[in-house]
Structures are given as structure tokens and as C-alpha cells.
């Protein structure tokens, strides 16, 4: 008896869906995950979790001492990536010259959207947190919150500059500061 195009389709879904994923990522890749930034896959093991096996890959986070197990399936549905292209960073980069943007709303409302930004894993809204909150020698003094939400987006975009370019992270830092200073000037 033949099948009909119906009850194909769902199986030839299904393989390329996995195999993809499969290929994306390997061990010793660097990648971003949205909500930790940039680290890198030590591995991918088959573990049993309720009954069922799973393939995860294991993410270790140097900087921030921690080990994150992404099943092989999520990877992509939870945001997982590669690292920017050189062209995304020099884009990211080029945003920091720009001039700020800040919305004339209340503070926990903006609060909330530069997390959101941050935690979008994007490098070029991690670079308007950067820019829009960066404040030069001649300006007003930041809050404590402001200055935790710059200094959290400015070491996740760091970090990924420094993987990307192969560089280390503090000269990363020091690159993307001279580039805030620049515009300043």
C-alpha cells in the first residue's frame, strides 16, 4: 500500500529539523547563549532525564563559573547561536558612535527594555545599551542601577568582540571604550 504526500511530509520534517541542529554546534565551538553571553562547548553527551534520553550540549562559562546543559532540540528555539561575523561586530561597533538614545519614559520602564536587550543576546541592542547609557567625564554621575546595566552589557558585547577577534577580553573592553571616547570627543 503507498503513502500519500500527507503522511510523508511529517518523517521528511522530522530528519533535516535534527541533523541541522547536529551541525551547527560541535564541541570546542564558541557560542552565545542569549542570557549568559558567550561561551563554549565542551561537549555533546547523552544523558537520561525522566525516562527519556537526551543528546545536550554542555556549555561551560568561564567568566561567570558555570556549566549550562542545552538539550541538542532547544538549541535554536532558546536563541543558542554562533558568534557574530566580523561584519556584525564592526556594525556593533560602528552603533556605539552613534548618538543616544534615551526615551524620555521612567526609568523601570527603560530598565526593563535594556535587560530585554541585553538578554536578546543581539550584539547590535547590546551596543545601543552601551551607547545609551555610556556617560563621558562632563556629564552627570549614573545611578547605581544605570551603571549595573551598562556594566553588564558592556562586558557581554566585550566578550564577544574578544572571542570573535581573537583578542583578550580587557582589550576588548579598552576597544569598545575608545570607540565611546571617540564619539565623545
Excluded: C
Excluded at 561561551?39 to 556549555?59: D, M
Excluded at 561567570?64 to 532540540?73: C, E, H, Q
Excluded at 556594525?91 to 523601570?108: D, E, F, P, Q
Excluded at 551603571?147 to 582589550?171: F, G, S
Aim: aromatic share 4%; glycine share 4%; hydrophobic share 40%.
Amino acid at each position: 500500500m503507498f503513502k500519500t504526500n500527507e503522511e510523508m511530509t511529517p518523517s521528511k520534517k522530522k530528519i533535516p529539523a535534527n541533523s541541522n541542529r547536529k551541525l551547527d554546534f560541535k564541541a570546542n565551538d564558541h557560542v552565545v547563549y542569549p542570557t549568559h553571553g558567550v561561551g563554549r562547548i565542551t561537549r555533546v553527551e547523552e544523558q537520561e532525564v525522566a525516562g527519556a534520553k537526551l543528546e545536550l550540549f554542555v556549555i561551560n562559562f568561564d567568566k561567570d563559573k558555570m556549566t549550562l546543559r542545552v538539550p541538542t532540540a532547544k538549541a535554536k528555539a532558546v536563541g543558542m547561536r554562533k558568534l557574530s561575523s566580523p561584519d556584525v561586530v564592526a556594525t556593533a561597533l560602528n552603533t556605539l558612535r552613534g548618538r543616544a538614545r534615551i526615551k524620555r519614559t521612567m526609568w523601570s520602564r527603560r530598565a526593563q527594555e535594556y535587560e530585554a536587550k541585553i538578554n536578546s543576546g543581539d550584539l547590535v541592542s547590546i551596543a545601543e545599551v552601551v551607547r545609551d547609557l555610556h556617560r563621558a567625564s562632563g556629564q552627570p554621575e549614573q545611578s547605581y542601577s544605570e551603571r549595573q546595566l551598562y556594566e553588564a552589557a558592556l562586558a557581554r558585547m566585550a566578550r564577544e568582540v574578544a572571542a570573535v577577534e581573537r583578542i583578550d577580553e580587557q582589550d576588548a573592553v579598552k576597544r569598545v571604550e575608545t570607540v565611546l571616547l571617540k564619539k565623545a570627543a
